[in-house]
């Protein structure tokens, strides 16, 4: 199957097309009738940096891809609209190979409503995945950037965090399985993240004056809105929601849960700031939309950078406990 | 230098944003407010397949990844707006080296009035470029497909043809240079093709009825183009605008110069489809636009297939004589 074959094969497999499009792959381009405003980010995955072929499958690996860059646009508020996947495939990866990784792609594009719009498929050293995405909105303003926190907001994070890094664990260490019911839960966070899609729409509606996801860890992140915003986040470790089964991972490798939960990334949930009265409208439109909780777990000051508030009276720093002194 | 200070560096080169980004790089998405219609492409460059690190420089190899995604928009007469860039780097690609090619990457985006709003930068095992252009329109009609050609249209190519094949066999092999003084332009339409932006448009407003850019070669896009609109094209070869040098270069190469004329790709020419009596403005529109040749070389008939009449008197298969009988 050469390169032509494959894309026509692939494109028998795309669902059809949302409502924005006029014209999707097979074309130079795909044509798209946005309303007044757009969100695009991407993201790409490499193997042995992202992901790691022999732990995921290919399916879980094309979710993975799809779901993290349409976690950029939950932490907009936008409307989930089109993808644009560029593949890049190895010698060891047959046609057959490249059709399950669209297939899990496909999956998450169905559940979100996205539309695999376009596309580029090339040889390549190593298994890559980047995924351009594009969000609507209907208005610029609708929009919620990093930098509107104001003092006096509350910080809110959707779901709940460690879950991620825990699964990670599992995967990594064999000896760290606890038996435990709540470990399948842990490593389908890690391997088959979802993008908080109506939950950022639900904050955006609700009044949230910055967002951001959490990937990179809600320390790091949180440190990210801080700056963008020119505040102060001031965290109180012990209102951390953190997922069930995360404390008996962190036992089992002699870390502190928090560690997981401040430190640990791709959790992908939703780490917002709103005014204090939008609060509660906020937790129900979350719980609305995706059955989440929203969890206020600190506050917006004047000043710069990010505080954590540890239960035993000490700080933690941003980056996890790997920074602490 | 981290990810995030790479980031910050690459972010202080970027030009200023053009007037439909509301939110350029920074950010979890860029906002972009576009007009009633978009054109969207993705286009990925890998090291030993699409080009040698060891042949250009990393900024061509930066102008060369935009160039070529900007192409596709060219090819449905879109203005361009917004680039995304997914940067894989090597462990043998140092931070100078991923500046030098994003300044490339800025020179091109500068020239062709296109924002580079947002990028993601990761660890690869070979260097990879992959690039996400969107452009824009005023109405979604005023884009031009594939599939619109019409028996009785004209078939037209901007430019020159067979520049970026010489070229290549000029790099390939040392013995083939000839010392004429189009060497220099044959390569350079190799290592820093342009992107026929205006010519496009230009077309676009003198009612091309379909457009595709030369990127697989004469010969395979014409094949694309008529399957999409299903008619058969027939291409008088000896009206072809081979590029200066090109003869000098097949004879040294010991081939037909329309065997790079016809098979050879990456000229980034348009090939389009018009009415006969749109020619001349089409032709005015290009030359004002880009100072560039309009040339009509075949007609499109009902039917299927491409046909490519040699000056001799016989058919040459479109994918290029390689695969004359």
Redesign the interface.
Known sequence: MGEFELLAEIRKRLPAPGPHV??GS?????????N???????????D???FRRERASLAQIGRKALAAALS??A??G?APG?A???L?VPGDLDEAGCLELLDGMVEVAAETETTL????V?????L?V?V????HADD?GD?I???GARPGDLLVVTGELGAAAAGLLLLDHDDRHTGGSAEAALIARQLEPRARLEAGQALARAGATA???VSDGLGGDAVHLAR?SGVHLEIDADTLPLAAGVAEVAAASGCDPLELGIGGGEDYELLATLPPAALDRAAAGVGEAEGLTLTAIGRVDAGDGVEIRLPGGGNAAPGGFDQLG
Chains 1, 2 share one sequence.
Request: proline share 5%.
């Open positions: 006029r014209l097979g074309d130079d381009a795909a044509i798209v009738v946005p007044r405003a757009t969100a695009t980010s991407v993201d790409a995955l490499v042995g940096v992202h950029d646009l932490a907009m936008a089109e644009y996947v560029v890049g719009a376009g596309g580029d090339t040889r390549a050293p190593g890559t980047a351009t995405v594009v969000g610029p929009l950037r990093r930098d967002m951001i996801d963008a």
